[in-house]
């Protein structure tokens, strides 16, 4: 998979002035994001988030999911750490685009869970292919994160496409009304690792 480096800029944000690096990837034309903070190409493992698009979420506030608090929370831990990396990457939906998404909302707001929303129409659980973030972390010189998810599948994609996890630290969000059945979901079926126990625990990874 091949990506092309276009440009970079400085992104100030409340957190930090960040430096924004945009890729194109060649196979599907999507337009990729990294944040950088400090010096990330000095050997040592990088703090480091993958977040995965989504719209809702990200940018218009949903409760139903937790990306948009995860998305902050990864910025503000980037900041107090002083260096880092955020790969902002356009696999909305888990894969299957937006408007995918909101068709299988539609299938939630009648009573299905976030799996089957997704099986009932045609699609996997999670559809999300890690192999784009090598070519980035690689022109970032990044060689190993230590990577901000709940997701062990997560940790385990990146490690078959060659990225090297040095530890996983957990990123947790409170639950409300509205994610909490999806929050479930997650930990009881796509092995989200969610709840006290984990709180606060650093794992090491292969
Ligand atoms: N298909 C589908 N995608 C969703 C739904 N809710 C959130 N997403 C997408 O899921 C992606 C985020 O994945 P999550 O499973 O929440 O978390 P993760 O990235 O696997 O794990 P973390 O690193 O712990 O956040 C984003 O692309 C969202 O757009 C949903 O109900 N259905
Ligand atoms: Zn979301």
């Known amino acids: ?3 092309v480096f276009v440009a970079a800029s400085q992104l100030p944000t409340p957190f930090a002035v960040f430096t924004m690096h945009g890729f194109r990837e060649e196979a599907t034309g999507r337009e990729h994001v990294a944040l950088t903070l400090g010096d990330v190409a ?3 493992p990088v703090l480091g988030r993958l977040h995965s698009e989504c719209l809702t979420g990200d940018a218009l506030f949903s409760l139903r999911c937790d990306c948009g608090f995860q998305l902050e929370a990864a910025l503000r831990a980037i900041a107090a750490e002083g260096r880092g990396v955020l790969l902002y990457l356009r696999q909305e939906g888990r894969g299957i685009g937006l408007l995918n998404k909101i068709r299988a909302y539609e299938l939630q707001d009648g009573g ?3 799996v089957e929303a997704n099986e009932r129409l045609g699609f996997g659980a999670d559809q999300r292919d890690y192999a ?3 070519p980035m972390l690689k022109h970032l ?3 190993s994160l230590k990577l901000m998810t709940n997701n ?3 940790v385990k994609g990146l490690g078959d496409v060659g990225i090297q996890v040095s530890q996983r630290v957990p990123l947790q969000i409170a639950h409300n009304p509205h994610n909490r059945k ?3 979901t997650k930990a009881g079926k796509l092995g989200h690792l969610l709840g006290n126990q984990h709180q606060g ?3 090491e990874s292969a």
Do not use: F, N
């Open 112 to 114: 299905a869970d976030t």
């Open 201 to 203: 625990e650093e794992e």
């Open 1 to 3: 998979m091949s990506v």
């Open 152 to 154: 062990p599948r997560k």
């Open 42 to 44: 000095d050997g040592a």
């Open 132 to 134: 784009i973030c090598l």
């Open 141 to 143: 010189g990044i060689q």
């Open 182 to 184: 999806y929050l479930a």
